[in-house]
């Protein structure tokens, strides 16, 4: 019989993810309990050492804070990584996919198909970036996932009014065209180095947007290899063992790789697919730490 392991479920509250990881850890013999990010401390030539008392790390969100509130919780994912800890994700993988232009870059600079793309710090680049991507282009916040805080622009009135009223804020502007799509496109989840399962998720009504937190449905789809090449692809190329990849269809039939999410939700993708997420995810850290 297995050792029982102690797994960390960095979070910011016990919601629905932690509670199926929970459930998931108990039926695998395993415990895990929610750890709040916002109150780990480190000690450096003393204690504290941070989550001495787990044997993996599952991260399940990595909360807004200052620049320096950021760096430090990365730090000490680093630290713990540095022990042997098993970090689902790594720190060097979550660092890449929690900053959509650093993303789209990495996967744009390997040869994977992503939309065009401009990211700026002012309003006025940001409006030739509106008309050199065909005066038609999706703003999403740099931070962000479930499609919240996106907005679809192809009035320029409204764009400059937009970009304006983001600049005041500090805001960088993330501003990418407008792919037309057939009205859905396909989350594949991805697990070590494998497509563990994947849905197709269809946009509601009067929607452009597919996330099903946004409105979207979800049905269960079989990838095709090519499909499935580009997810692996992404995934590998962001450095990450687990992973929601976002894969959009375009007008001609063209694949494009929308998303890298590192921190990727299952609470529509499981119901919808039978797959247990939360069990594959604990079994495969749980895997990693060593006897």
């Known amino acids: 019989m297995s050792k029982t392991q102690r797994i960390a479920l960095l979070s910011s509250g016990t919601g629905w993810h932690v509670a199926d990881l929970c459930r998931a850890a108990a039926a695998l013999g395993h415990v895990a309990s929610p750890v709040d990010f916002r109150r780990l401390t480190a000690g450096v030539a003393c204690a504290p050492q941070p989550l001495a008392d787990f044997d993996a790390v599952i991260v399940r969100t990595m909360p807004p804070g200052s620049l320096e509130q950021v760096v430090f919780r990365m730090d000490l994912l680093q630290s713990v990584a540095a022990r042997g800890v098993p970090v689902l994700n790594s720190p060097r993988a979550l660092e890449s996919c929690v900053d959509k232009y650093l993303t789209t870059a990495r996967l744009a600079q390997t040869g994977l198909p992503v939309p065009a793309t401009v990211v700026c710090q002012h309003a006025d680049a ?28 192809s009035d320029p009135e409204l764009a400059w009014r937009t970009f304006r009223t983001l600049e005041r804020t500090g805001a960088v502007l993330y501003l990418q065209q407008m792919i037309r799509h057939p009205g859905w496109d396909l989350r594949v989840f991805v697990l070590a180095g494998r497509i563990l399962t994947a849905m197709r998720r269809r946009s ?6 597919t996330n099903v937190a946004q409105g979207g449905k979800g049905e269960p789809v079989t990838v095709t290899s090519e499909q499935a090449d580009l997810a692996l692809r992404a995934a590998e190329v962001l450095g990450t063992e687990a992973a929601g990849i976002d894969l959009l269809p375009g007008p001609a039939g063209q694949w494009y790789v929308l998303e890298v999410n590192a921190v990727p939700g299952w609470r529509a993708l499981a119901p919808v697919t039978g797959v247990d997420v939360a069990l594959e995810l604990v079994r495969h850290v749980t895997r990693r730490v060593r006897r």
């Open 126 to 153: 940001a409006l030739e970036a509106f008309t050199a991507l065909g005066g038609d282009v999706v703003v999403k916040p740099l931070f962000g996932s479930e499609g919240r805080g996106m907005v679809r622009i």
């Open 204 to 209: 509601s009504a009067g929607n452009w947007r």
